[in-house]
């Protein structure tokens, strides 16, 4: 239980500090315009150059969040409550709603679907479209 609630305190923190990372960067987009004219770069979509600090950062953070994240799933899911719902599954939980057949008399008539009604017998506008 100690294991779960800390990683589940540390889950949450690397995604704050992750989100906090990406927001942070500088994106590729900004030095488009630089290309086509007054910029230091070379080419449009070559090469962005070595990682920086940012970049390996956040590189860093998104693996201890995927990590974490299989984590939890695994500690999740070898949880043994006692009212657990996925040991069951929520259908056999569920309680009977329709009659059974015993609870039906047999002096209950039967009806039969009515037969379905053409276009042309039912005086709308349907049965004159052209085919």
């Given at each position: 239980m100690i294991w779960e609630t800390t990683l589940l305190v540390?889950?949450?923190?690397?995604?704050?500090?992750?989100?906090?990372?990406?927001?942070?960067?500088?994106?590729?987009?900004?030095?488009?315009?630089?290309?086509?004219?007054?910029?230091?770069?070379?080419?449009?979509?070559?090469?962005?150059?070595?990682?920086?600090?940012?970049?390996?950062?956040?590189?860093?953070?998104?693996?201890?969040?995927?990590?974490?994240?299989?984590?939890?799933?695994?500690?999740?899911?070898?949880r043994t409550a006692a009212g657990d719902v996925m040991k069951q599954g929520v259908m056999q939980k569920a309680p009977e709603t329709a009659p059974k057949a015993a609870d039906v008399p047999a002096s209950t008539p039967v009806r039969e679907p009515a037969a379905p009604v053409s276009a042309k017998d039912a005086g709308s506008k349907a049965g004159e479209v052209p085919k």
């Open positions: 540390v889950h949450v923190l690397v995604a704050a500090a992750l989100i906090g990372f990406v927001l942070l960067q500088h994106g590729k987009g900004a030095d488009m315009g630089a290309a086509f004219g007054s910029g230091s770069s070379g080419s449009l979509f070559g090469a962005a150059g070595s990682a920086n600090f940012l970049s390996r950062t956040t590189a860093i953070l998104a693996t201890v969040f995927f990590l974490s994240s299989l984590g939890l799933t695994y500690l999740g899911s070898n």
